[in-house]
């Protein structure tokens, strides 16, 4: 029962990090999806896989951390039809944003070490199966995890922003992810709300761990 409550658990928020870290647009033409893959979605989605090796899952982690993961399609939408951008010419018109406003492009796939790129080589079948026919038009993009101050650009439970743009577009997260902290409480009523938010929406108080 333990173990069949801890993976409830781990299923429950790895569901609730899929919500916060997706984005997708339909409309004006224009077809978007966008994944933010923090190296906390692949703890959660590798480590209840008893086929995969404890070495493997560190061996991942540790590579995935030296970067930040995002997946990405483009579509144009036209009469009756949607054209999907290739990896080469996506890569010229997307970029990481920072909360300061600096832009990154993505790493060069030759950059990218071997261990993570093997990662992600692993899993790009999952993704098709899981995306439909149209999976092999969603595509990886590697960019920096720190900027040149050796801070991290997207830490998922620290407070700051970032945004991905793609093509015209530009997509937005707050942080911290709440799905990755613990509940807090509205110290009004007792409800239990998103460790993501400061305030409660309805009263107003400061919101209060446990």
């Given at each position: 029962?333990?173990?069949?409550?801890?993976?409830?658990?781990?299923?429950?928020?790895?569901?609730?990090?899929?919500?916060?870290?997706?984005?997708?647009?339909?409309?004006?033409?224009?077809?978007?999806?966008?994944?933010?893959?923090?190296?906390?979605?692949?703890?959660?989605?590798?480590?209840?896989?008893?086929?995969?090796?404890?070495?493997?899952?560190?061996?991942?982690?540790?590579?995935?951390?030296?970067?930040?993961?995002?997946?990405?399609?483009?579509?144009?939408?036209?009469?009756?039809?949607?054209?999907?951008?290739?990896?080469?010419?996506?890569?010229a018109e997307v970029s990481l944003i920072d909360q300061r406003g600096r832009a990154y492009p993505p790493i060069a796939t030759e950059e990218v070490t071997a261990d993570a790129r093997a990662a992600v080589d692993a899993i790009r079948p999952s993704f098709a199966t899981l995306l439909g026919p149209a999976g092999r038009n969603f595509h990886f993009f590697f960019f920096p995890a720190t900027n040149d101050a050796g801070t991290a650009i997207a830490d998922p439970r620290l407070p700051g922003e970032i945004s991905v743009r793609v093509v015209d577009e530009r997509y937005r997260w707050r942080l911290p992810l709440g799905s990755l902290l613990p509940q807090k409480r509205c110290p009004v009523d007792g409800e239990r709300l998103t460790g993501g938010w400061q305030f409660c929406p309805w009263h107003g108080d400061r919101l209060v761990s446990g």
């Open positions: 029962p333990a173990a069949a409550g801890q993976e409830r658990a781990t299923a429950e928020t790895l569901e609730a990090l899929n919500q916060e870290t997706r984005r997708q647009l339909n409309g004006a033409g224009v077809a978007d999806f966008v994944w933010w893959l923090p190296t906390d979605w692949w703890r959660l989605t590798l480590s209840g896989n008893d086929t995969i090796p404890a070495e493997f899952l560190q061996r991942t982690e540790s590579a995935l951390t030296q970067y930040t993961l995002v997946l990405i399609a483009h579509g144009d939408a036209g009469p009756g039809n949607l054209t999907w951008a290739d990896e080469t010419a996506l890569r």
